[in-house]
């Protein structure tokens, strides 16, 4: 750290990514990747030589024909939808515009809420989850605060219900509830329709995970006219060319083969939910999922111990140090190949356990 870095920012704990191996061939199952590549529509979209010609031009600031691609998708207007260089760019921006109160955020979610309100100077609240890692809703009532949830929550994979998060916007009327939705093509239901019915409600969402697009680094927001409105303010005073001319392409490409991306949710949730089965029977505590990962603890094996071996076998997943969650480790859903190494893995670690083995 540079003796010229602003002092508001000497104090700042970055996010920490996951690992992003280079040197090592890895089983990666620990950023929540989709484990299947993008559509050929997709492909395509990304490899044309027009695209590519193209790249000598500014991309389209108002992301036009992707608006409208993502307003017919949830069945919105164009001035509803905003669109960005990935969900936390619109969390980001969130945080800069709507958090004048303070945040509210879970205490055990996502790691970037708390970043984002330090780097803003904003004052925040984590709330407590209640037993089995749910959110109590209630506790988000009568806030008059920028309430940020993510459903499905990450690390956990748990969800609220559509009742839930109008409760929490009908009663937080003069405050921003965003609804964070970055896993919430594995089971869950959008909360899109709703910010029709709440005008200070706003759903977020990725092209990260369900469509296979973490590297093109695309999100958008759906929302009343005035918060997207507000966004759109943060963005042309920041950056107005922020998603690139094949980003957008691509993300167009993917919405217009949503069947292919959904028969791989679908896929994604069956492999899910037959590796819960096999870990159950290895011992294992699973906590309900509806993401495109697992969190699970053994009683039999250190939570970091179970992380360092599977590491040394050459299979990442995900260790958190929050001692609230230390004896958990979160796994990413791959290919069932990538899950039968995993569990091969797990269960030679847990019988060299039973047996007192080094």
């Known amino acids: 750290?540079?003796?010229?870095?602003d002092d508001r920012f000497q104090s700042l704990e970055e996010y920490v990514p996951g690992e992003q191996p280079k040197d090592t061939v890895y089983t990666k199952l620990n950023t929540n990747e989709s484990p299947y590549p993008p559509g050929p529509a997709t492909i395509k979209a990304v490899c044309g030589q027009k695209g590519a010609e193209d790249l000598r031009l500014y991309s389209d600031p108002d992301?036009?024909?992707?608006?409208?691609?993502?307003a017919k998708r949830y069945e919105v207007k164009r001035q509803n939808v905003f669109v960005s260089n990935g969900s936390d760019d619109i969390l980001n921006f969130?945080?800069?515009?709507?958090?004048?109160?303070?945040?509210?955020?879970?205490?055990?979610?996502?790691?970037?809420?708390?970043?984002?309100?330090?780097?803003?100077h904003v004052k925040y609240e984590k709330i407590p989850l209640i037993q089995g890692f749910n959110i109590n809703p209630e506790n988000y009532w009568h806030k008059?605060?920028?309430i940020v949830i993510a459903?499905?929550?990450?690390?956990?994979g748990r969800t609220i219900s559509q009742k839930s998060i109008s409760d929490i916007a009908m009663?937080?009327?003069e405050s921003v509830v965003l609804i964070d939705e970055a896993y919430i093509d594995f089971g869950g239901?959008?909360?899109a329709a709703q910010t029709k019915i709440y005008k200070n409600l706003l759903v977020v969402q990725t092209f990260s995970k369900s469509r296979s697009l973490a590297g093109a680094r695309l999100g958008f927001a759906i929302g009343s006219r005035e918060l997207i409105g507000d966004l759109e303010k943060i963005k042309y005073s920041t950056n107005p060319y922020n998603v690139n001319r094949i980003t957008a392409a691509?993300?167009?490409?993917?919405?217009?083969e949503d069947d292919y991306y959904q028969a791989n949710c679908k896929k994604i949730m069956r492999t899910r939910e037959q590796t819960v089965v096999a870990l159950e029977k290895l011992g294992f505590e699973v906590i309900h999922s509806m993401a495109n990962f697992i969190f699970v603890r053994s009683e039999d094996i250190d939570g970091e111990e179970l992380y360092e071996k599977l590491k040394e076998k050459k299979i990442l997943i995900r260790h958190f140090d929050n001692p609230a969650i230390k004896q958990y480790n979160r796994i990413t859903i791959g290919t069932p190949e990538e899950m039968e190494i995993l569990l091969a893995a797990v269960g030679e670690l847990m019988s060299a356990a039973d047996s007192g083995e080094e």
Do not use: C, R, W
């Not at 958090?99 to 984002?116: D, H, L, T």
């Open 1 to 5: 750290m540079s003796k010229f870095l």
């Open 63 to 70: 992301s036009t024909a992707l608006k409208d691609a993502i």
């Open 94 to 120: 969130a945080f800069m515009a709507f958090a004048q109160n303070g945040a509210v955020f879970p205490e055990i979610s996502y790691g970037f809420y708390e970043v984002f309100a330090a780097l803003h």
């Open 144 to 146: 008059n605060k920028l």
């Open 151 to 156: 459903n499905p929550n990450a690390p956990t």
């Open 171 to 173: 009663s937080n009327p």
């Open 189 to 191: 239901s959008t909360a």
């Open 250 to 256: 691509a993300g167009v490409a993917a919405l217009s």
